[in-house]
């Protein structure tokens, strides 16, 4: 229904206005009414008419003055001037105004219905122009996202030349510079561990994962997420703080869970020259490959230690115990697909994870032992010297991180 207001000061003329047309039948619904100019225009910007009843001659603001202050507030409002002024000056104004029509009182009914029709038609052909714009737009907004993915998709698994790269890179304006993060991912299961029931269709999965990402990643300077090959999805990230970085990535994690019960394979990288991307992702694509021939308890129990690596009493039978399996048959397990005990592979991801906070300078050694799982800063030292070679405080200096 369109939205008609009538503005007024006789309610004699307001109430012959309202009962002179089948309003209903004609599509329109008188919405308000108003006695003066000033409540007219308070009144119009709540409700914002389509169709607009003005006299001229009104207390406190009177009908042109009305008009002119709402262009500015709804400017796709029509105005009918219905007015008992019949001097040529008003009209000239009203013309001024862009006003739609100029009515004399006493109005005759065929000529009110005339008018309100012309402008219907008026209406009617503007609402389609703007959602056709609005389709077109849409239209254009999404061609430009599919071919943005893509062209990196070509990109990142070298289906394009340099010439190619350079020729097309500028039109998708994605301003990358310094160092940038490449994060690989695909999920572990299109069954959902929360609801075992739901099987989720592959390319929907692929897009709602897609969403949460990129509700999450605009808090940062530039991002892009796409997809690439089956069932794996990439997002490139300009990294301003990588510690806020690794943050917003293990919350995406958990929200995929959460939400859509669905487990993630994940592998990062972080590329000091964005043109080393293509090289990263071939790295990060096979380290995919590795771990996704892994058995599904191997591959559960990994995504396990790598969330709860930092609990000082974690144990082969807690985990066991999550994966549903006897704690001997997991430690074969972990054996044979990963050639290393419960221990090695929970020592392992605590090193990588401490290595990760040696890179924040403001983090204490005491603090980062804390953090990865080992209450005694000896005991974490030692361990970590013993992975890596080197003290946890000499890695840092050296800066190999």
């Not at 603001?61 to 000056?89: R, T, Y």
């Not at 859509?260 to 992702?281: D, I, R």
């Not at 044979?336 to 924040?360: E, M, P, W, Y």
């Amino acid at each position: 229904m369109w939205k008609l207001m009538i503005a007024d000061d006789e309610p004699r003329i307001r109430n012959g206005l309202r009962k002179t047309l089948p309003w209903s039948e004609m599509g329109i619904e008188v919405v308000a009414e108003a006695e003066n100019g000033k409540e007219a225009l308070e009144t119009a910007a709540l409700i914002c008419p389509d169709l607009m009843f003005v006299d001229i001659n009104m207390p406190f603001m009177n009908g042109l003055e009305l008009i002119e202050k709402l262009q500015a507030q709804n400017p796709d409002c029509l105005v009918i001037v219905i007015s008992g002024h019949d001097e040529f000056a008003y009209a000239q104004q009203a013309v001024r105004l862009n006003v739609f029509d100029y009515l004399l009182k006493p109005v005759q009914k065929t000529e009110l219905s005339a008018a309100v029709n012309k402008a219907l038609e008026v209406l009617m052909k503007d609402r389609v122009e703007l959602k056709h714009t609005q389709w077109m737009n849409h239209k254009l907004e999404f061609n430009a996202l599919t071919m943005r993915e893509e062209f990196l998709s070509k990109w990142i698994t070298g289906q394009l030349t340099k010439e190619q790269f350079e020729e097309e890179w500028p039109f998708f304006q994605l301003h990358f510079h310094g160092q940038t993060s490449l994060l690989l991912l695909k999920p572990l299961s299109k069954v959902s561990v929360s609801a075992p029931n739901k099987i989720w269709d592959p390319s929907l999965l692929e897009f709602a994962i897609k969403n949460i990402l990129n509700e999450m990643l605009p808090q940062l300077p530039v991002s892009a997420v796409f997809s690439v090959g089956k069932g794996r999805i990439a997002a490139l990230t300009q990294i301003s703080k990588l510690t806020v970085l690794r943050a917003i990535y293990q919350d995406f994690e958990r929200t995929v869970m959460n939400y859509l019960g669905v487990s993630l394979l994940l592998s990062h990288a972080v590329v000091e020259q964005f043109e080393q991307v293509p090289a990263s992702y071939e790295q990060l694509h096979q380290e995919l490959l590795r771990e996704s021939v892994l058995t599904p308890i191997v591959m559960m129990t990994k995504k396990y230690l790598e969330t709860y690596y930092y609990k000082e009493d974690l144990s082969l039978s807690e985990v066991a115990e999550q994966m549903n399996v006897n704690a001997t048959y997991l430690s074969k397990l972990l054996k044979r697909d990963l050639g290393k005990s419960f221990v090695d592979c929970l020592t392992d991801i605590r090193i990588k994870k401490a290595i990760q906070h040696l890179n924040d300078p403001t983090s204490k050694i005491y603090e980062i032992a804390q953090k990865v799982g080992y209450q005694s800063q000896h005991y974490f030292s030692h361990t970590f010297k013993k992975m890596t070679g080197v003290s946890p405080l000499e890695y840092r200096k050296r800066g190999e991180y």
